[in-house]
Every structure is written in structure tokens, then in C-alpha cells.
Nanobody, 120 residues
Framework: QVQLRDSGGGLVQTGGSLRLSCAAS????????MGWFRQAPGKEREFVAA????????VYADSVKGRFTISRDNAKNTGYLQMNSLVPEDTAVYYC?????????????WGQGTQVTVSS
């Protein structure tokens, strides 16, 4: 079992920045790929970004490329999502997830979610 606790959400103005954190605990969390998803009101959950366990490969949704950066610190069992140049369309509940591979993250473990609100 892997437990994930995501945090760092909040209210920010358009153009602002936030850094989300995902603290992992339990069975070998550092050996898992990690990722972030988001769900806006009335919409389905969508993929945002993912990173392999080594940090050597990252993947981003087109909507966040160039603005968001995913990273991880395996010594701290923590993943991060640095979000810059935020726009109102980024408003959503953000969830971190962990799985054996980038492709299976959504089938693994999930955090409880953290709210990000971007005001215009």
C-alpha cells in the first residue's frame, strides 16, 4: 500500500504561481511513477503531468506544457507540481497519483485532492 497526501493548493490571481506537493508513504513509494490529474466542476478528471520513478522522463498535457513542471525528491518521498502563468481554466481539484509506470498511474494510488482556484 502507498498513501499519498497532496497539498499546496489555494487561491491565486491570473498569472500567478503555486507549487503542489505530494507526500508519499508506505510500501516503496519512491519506486513508483507519480503524476497529477485535475478535475474541474462539471468536467471529467484529466491528466496533467507525470514523471517516472527516476525522474528521467516526464510527460505533460498540451494545455500545461511550458507552464507546469513536475519533479520529485525520492529522498523525501515527495513529488511536486510547479504551476506558473496560471489562468482561470486551471481552476480545479488537483490529485496526485502513483503507479508502477506512467501508463498505469491512474490505476494505482490517489491522494485526497487539493483545490486550486485562479481568479481573473
Amino acid at each position: 500500500q502507498v498513501q499519498l497526501r497532496d497539498s499546496g493548493g489555494g487561491l491565486v490571481q491570473t498569472g500567478g504561481s503555486l507549487r503542489l506537493s505530494c507526500a508519499a508513504s508506505g510500501r516503496t513509494p519512491s519506486s513508483r511513477a507519480m503524476g497529477w490529474f485535475r478535475q474541474a466542476p462539471g468536467k471529467e478528471r484529466e491528466f496533467v503531468a507525470a514523471i517516472t520513478w527516476s525522474g528521467g522522463q516526464t510527460v505533460y498535457a498540451d494545455s500545461v506544457k511550458g507552464r507546469f513542471t513536475i519533479s520529485r525528491d525520492n529522498a523525501k518521498n515527495t513529488g511536486y507540481l510547479q504551476m506558473n502563468s496560471l489562468v482561470p481554466e486551471d481552476t480545479a481539484v488537483y490529485y496526485c497519483a502513483a503507479g508502477y509506470t506512467i501508463g498505469t498511474i491512474s490505476q494505482g494510488y490517489w491522494g485526497q485532492g487539493t483545490q486550486v482556484t485562479v481568479s481573473s
